[in-house]
């Protein structure tokens, strides 16, 4: 069955560091992947979309790599801040024909001053 | 301009109620879709409209969730009979649907309906 899988623990690190978060799928072949940030009581919020043909990607201190062969996606959080704590989500939509976008149970990030 | 619109915000009901939930999507967005996400729990995908029809029902979890979509607009996702395994939040997305997939259309969320049945 198909499945999306990040690390359920949360992950505590110390400001200024670089904090990277895991996303793993079975059984999909997804065109894009995507991550969001969810605070609490929040919807979720949109940060990066990456293309199976991409490597990587970045934007300001967010980086984004996506490797089909390890069916795995990391996503960097560098120079992290206090600010930058929530709960990150990646999601995948398997192809371009409509999107039916599924999300993993997401890892909850705490950046200590 | 305005984002996606949910209410209420919270709802708290009786077991064997019905509820209605509404959803105003982003002005334009021709995609919308239904969550629910339980207490620590990720994302669960209902349901997907594309205009006005719902060519994926998959995920609504039984015959008592249903949901319609209007003028390509507003959703209401109304559930009937409600059972206390109901209580959640309930998320709801809108996007622009455009050729090629989630290129250009990153799912825009609500804040959610949070839901408990007592």
């Known amino acids: 069955s198909q499945k999306i899988e990040q690390n359920s623990e949360a992950l505590n690190i110390q400001e200024g560091k670089t904090a990277t978060l895991t996303c793993n799928y079975t059984?999909?072949?997804?065109?894009?992947l995507q991550w969001y940030r969810q605070d609490p009581g929040r919807g979720p919020v949109f940060l990066l979309l990456i293309r199976e043909n991409e490597k990587e990607k970045r934007k300001e201190r967010l980086k984004v790599t996506f490797d089909t062969t390890l069916k795995q996606s990391l996503f960097h959080i560098t120079a992290s801040q206090p600010a930058d704590s929530a709960t990150y989500l990646c999601?995948?939509?398997?192809?371009?024909?409509?999107?039916?976008?599924?999300f993993g149970t997401g890892t909850k990030l705490q950046v200590i001053p | 301009g305005a984002g996606v619109s949910q209410s209420p915000s919270n709802k708290v009901t009786e077991k064997g109620k019905d509820v209605e939930l509404r959803c105003d999507p982003i002005?334009?967005?021709?995609?919308l879709y239904w969550y629910r996400q339980s207490l620590g729990q990720g994302l669960e995908f209902l349901i997907y409209?594309?205009?006005?029809?719902?060519?994926?029902k998959s995920g609504l979890p039984s015959d008592r969730f249903s949901a319609e979509r209007t003028g390509g607009s507003v959703s209401t996702l109304t559930i009937q009979r409600t059972q206390q395994e109901d209580s959640a939040v309930y998320l709801c997305?809108?996007?622009?649907f455009g050729l090629g997939g989630m290129d250009n259309s990153p799912l825009h969320f609500g804040n959610g309906t949070r839901l408990t049945v007592t």
């Open positions: 997305a809108s996007s622009l």
């Open positions: 999601a995948l939509d398997p192809s371009g024909g409509y999107q039916k976008v599924t």
């Open positions: 002005s334009g967005h021709t995609a």
């Open positions: 409209f594309q205009g006005n029809s719902a060519p994926d």
């Open positions: 059984n999909y072949s997804p065109a894009y």
